[in-house]
């Protein structure tokens, strides 16, 4: 009975792991470039009393399945999804959406390089073209003071009108960065990730080139999370948590009615 309170109270720990993540999507749910990720489980040890295929008689008779009594569950994962999230029109001309696969490289405060799906840019005052965080575009997109219109083609090419020339000039070109495994890579924070090993090297390429996603100007995607799914995961979760809970009061009730007895 002790082993069957440890079990239902590693369920309760895994719900309420699932219910930390819901909430995270949820309160992301208007989050720009935000992906909605995944808790997922897996058995723990068991507690093996009699291994499958074990000697039952003298006679060389096996049992077909043994008795193996699981120890309970633990988080395995927590994955997220990177299907592509809706796009929604700003009218801003430095906001840019992927349409497909890919990042936009950031450079960040510490010299790596930060990888974004948030297509929420500006400018600073060097006309560098930043995140909200500052964090500059990584192919170094720089506008002139003076230009008085910015255009960015679905290639990345980002072309500007300067007073007294009649031919837009080319001032950056965006470059996007794929992975092999995207799940792989580590959120920072910030709507940025870092590669790691499990995610693999990026491949920088131009947009529309090598399996990159081409670029939307004056879009952003939005967070792919879907509220009413989610919202219906975590009655799912409640009940596994409630379930869980009246596990180990049936177990607690069963150890009180063993010291109730009387000789």
Not at 80 to 88: H, I, K, M, T
Not at 103 to 117: A, C, D, H, I
Request: without cysteine; glycine residues 12%.
């Amino acid at each position: 009975m002790d082993r069957a309170m440890w079990t239902a109270a590693s369920g309760m720990q895994a719900q309420r792991t699932r219910i930390d993540v819901i909430s995270n999507d949820l309160a992301n749910a208007n989050t720009n470039g935000f992906k909605q990720s995944r808790a997922d489980f897996q058995d723990q040890m068991y507690q093996v009393e009699r291994l499958p295929g074990a000697k039952s008689s003298a006679n060389g008779d096996r049992v077909p399945t043994g008795t193996q009594i699981g120890l309970g569950v633990q988080t395995g994962s927590v994955s997220p999804n990177f299907e592509q999230g809706s796009l929604r029109s700003t009218g801003n001309d430095l906001d840019m959406a992927i349409e497909g696969d890919g990042f936009f490289r950031v450079q960040l405060p510490n010299g790596e390089t930060g990888y974004t799906r948030a297509g929420n840019f500006n400018l600073n005052a060097q006309g560098q073209v930043v995140t909200p965080d500052g964090y500059a575009l990584a192919s170094g997109v720089n506008i002139p003071e003076n230009a008085t219109n910015v255009n960015i083609s679905a290639d990345g090419t980002v072309d500007v009108n300067l007073p007294g020339q009649n031919v837009p000039a080319t001032v950056g070109q965006i470059q996007l960065a794929t992975f092999v495994n995207p799940a792989g890579l580590r959120a920072e924070g910030g709507n940025v990730f870092t590669e790691t090993a499990a995610s693999g090297a990026p491949q920088q390429s131009q947009p529309g080139v090598n399996g990159a996603g081409t670029v939307n100007q004056g879009f952003v995607e939005q967070s792919n999370v879907s509220v009413v799914d989610e919202m219906t995961n975590m009655i799912a979760a409640q009940r596994a948590y409630e379930v869980n809970s009246k596990a180990i009061q049936t177990s607690d009730q069963m150890l009180q009615q063993v010291n109730q007895m009387k000789r």
